[in-house]
Nanobody, 122 residues
Framework: QVQLVESGGGLVQPGGSLRLSCAAS????????MAWFRQAPGEQRELVAT???????YYADSVKGRFTISRDNAKNTVYLQILSLKSEDTAVYYC????????????????WGQGTRVTVSS
């Protein structure tokens, strides 16, 4: 199983930006589809963005235009750049990896990180 470690969360004012990182173990990272999910307090986990092994991307409608997912296969790392943060972006953000090259639903993902908390507040 792939080991995933997220970082980059924190307290940010509305309108601010963050870049989340997810470092993955393993020598076949470039074969995996990767994703970011989030879970807000009292809410179900939701898919935010995915990136395939060939770097095709998918975004939830709620984050299009503000979130950018990217990957650096040389560093075994996937990123989530978040702009114009809103209070509704407050959540724990989880990185996930799939053995599939393309994955867009949560049941496709086999490995999960522990999460990094993002709080948007003034």
């Amino acid at each position: 199983q792939v080991q995933l470690v997220e970082s980059g969360g924190g307290l940010v004012q509305p309108g601010g930006s963050l870049r989340l990182s997810c470092a993955a173990s393993g020598r076949t990272f470039n074969h995996y589809a990767m994703a970011w999910f989030r879970q807000a307090p009292g809410e179900q986990r939701e898919l935010v963005a995915t990136i395939s092994s060939s770097s095709s991307t998918y975004y939830a409608d709620s984050v299009k235009g503000r979130f950018t997912i990217s990957r650096d296969n040389a560093k075994n790392t996937v990123y989530l750049q978040i702009l114009s943060l809103k209070s509704e972006d407050t959540a724990v953000y989880y990185c996930a990896a799939s053995y599939l090259s393309i994955a867009t639903i949560d049941t496709d993902f086999n490995s999960w990180g522990q999460g990094t908390r993002v709080t948007v507040s003034s």
